[in-house]
Each structure stands twice: as structure tokens, then as C-alpha cells.
């Protein structure tokens, strides 16, 4: 891990310039103010838009104001899927800065689910966390660690700091040398345009002949479709595939999703 270290470091503050504007049928007091916020890949609106809500508040009335909310061209964007993995999956064609607009009233009580506070995002945080190690450690390491251990991970996340959060992180990307890898790689391939979110399946890194599985042997195996004669192509509903919390194809685990994006045509 120490030599991909300066990769790790890139994933994890990698930027996305933001600008919040309030929907217009919101009732104020007085015309808002667009806000601009860069927003990290690895993390959750919800997390990192308390300077946003602040902002727009001082113009509501607050009788008006209840759960925010926010949304892209349309489309509810769903607090319990990270950033990057949004901005990839509905405006990664779009000009920066990402246009998002923020709702405080009209919840879309079938598109999203509710967030009231920061416990909720920890608790879907770890428990993605603890389904990625039962993948690879049969769930032995993160079993292993202590309250403060997965309280250190959560931390670090929440509050941006890369040494904090990998000091933790790195004892759930090892494994015994006798292994030569994880049980199983934790991925999910995302969809935007079908019923089905995402594909998910049991990968082995290593091959039965003993030979390491590439991302294109991942591929062929569970979107055989997305293999042509002249090598992967991901067609329009196929748009990255992601990593599970922490888990990592090869060591590469940036922080937290290794994404792929595809070549729109």
C-alpha cells in the first residue's frame, strides 16, 4: 500500500467544483444567493452541505424549511451513494461547476431516503464497510478491530483527513502473502438507465489456473456484453464500475471506489 500511496492520496482529494442554487418556488425573504462548494468525490452530500444549508436558511422562512433535499436537472440525487459516484453517473458530460438545486420542502418520499442526522450516513457507511470485509476477510478483520478503530474510520471520512482514515483503512486492504489476495473483490457495476441500480456477484481476484483476473476478466464475466473485438465498451446505461467501500482491485482501492467510466456513444 505505501507504494500507491501518492495515488490513494490523489483519489482522496479529488474535487468536484459545485454551485448550489435554491429552487425557485422555494418561498424567501429575500433572493438567494447561488453557493459554491468543491466537493470531495469519496463523500456524501449530505455530509458536507452543512454550509449550504446555513446559507440558504438565512433567507427562508422557517415555517418553510423542513428536510433538504437536493437534486440534478430533475433527478432526486440519492445521499447514501458518494459524490463522484453521482456526478459520474448523471453529469459527468455536463461543463463544471455542477449545477445542483436545493429543496427544503416536497421530500420525494419514493426516490430517497430520509437522512435526519450524521448517525444515519455512519451506520450505512459501516455496514457497507462490513459487507466489503465479509467478501474478503470472511469479515475476521474489521470483527478484529475495536469500537474506536471503526470510530477512527468514520472520523476521518467526516472530517477529510487522509492520514486519520488510512492509518485505519490500510489493515482492511491486507492480506496473508499466502493468500495472494482477497477471497473475493467487493464491486458494483452502477446503471443509470434500467430498473436494475447496479450488478453485483462474487468475483474471485485469482483465477483457478492461478493466473490474477483483470478488470476486463471482471467484465466478460458479469456485463459480457460490454466486451467487443476491439476491447470494453460501455454502452450509455453502463457508467462505472465501483469498488466497495474500501475494498480494492489489487491494492488500487483508492479510498473508497475505484471508478471506471465508460465511453459514452
Known amino acids: 500500500m505505501t507504494d500507491d500511496k501518492d495515488v490513494l492520496r490523489d483519489v482522496w482529494f479529488g474535487r468536484i467544483p459545485t454551485c448550489f442554487t435554491l429552487y425557485q418556488d422555494e418561498i424567501t425573504e429575500r433572493e438567494a444567493d447561488p453557493y459554491y462548494l468543491l466537493l470531495p468525490r469519496i463523500s456524501y452530500l449530505t455530509l458536507v452541505t452543512d454550509k449550504v444549508k446555513k446559507h440558504f436558511q438565512k433567507v427562508m422562512r422557517q415555517e418553510e424549511v423542513s428536510e433538504i433535499w437536493f437534486e440534478y436537472e430533475g433527478t432526486p440525487l440519492k445521499w447514501h451513494y458518494p459524490i463522484g459516484l453521482l456526478f459520474d453517473l448523471h453529469a459527468s458530460n455536463t461543463a463544471l461547476p455542477w ?3 436545493v429543496h427544503f420542502k416536497n421530500f420525494p418520499e419514493k426516490d430517497l431516503l430520509h437522512c435526519h442526522s450524521k448517525d444515519v450516513i455512519e451506520a450505512h457507511f459501516m455496514a457497507c464497510i462490513k459487507e466489503a470485509d465479509a467478501l474478503k476477510h470472511k469479515s475476521q478483520v474489521i470483527n478484529e478491530m475495536q469500537k474506536k478503530d471503526h470510530k477512527q474510520l468514520w472520523m476521518g471520512l467526516q472530517n477529510d483527513k487522509f492520514e486519520q482514515f488510512w492509518a485505519i483503512n490500510r489493515k482492511l486492504m491486507e492480506y496473508p502473502p499466502e493468500d495472494n489476495g482477497f477471497r473475493y473483490i467487493p464491486f458494483r457495476i452502477y446503471q443509470a438507465t434500467t430498473e436494475r441500480p447496479f450488478i453485483q456477484k462474487l468475483f474471485r481476484p485469482i483465477a483457478s489456473g492461478g493466473q490474477l483476473h483483470t478488470l476486463g476478466d471482471l467484465l466478460k464475466d458479469v456485463c459480457p456484453s460490454a466486451i467487443t473485438t ?30 471506471v467510466k465508460s465511453c459514452r456513444s
Do not use: A, N
Open 99 to 101: 449545477s445542483i438545486t
Open 230 to 259: 476491439e476491447g470494453v465498451t460501455l454502452q450509455g446505461c453502463l457508467l462505472m464500475i465501483m469498488l466497495c467501500y474500501y475494498s480494492c482491485v489489487e491494492e488500487m482501492r483508492l479510498m473508497k471506489f475505484l471508478c
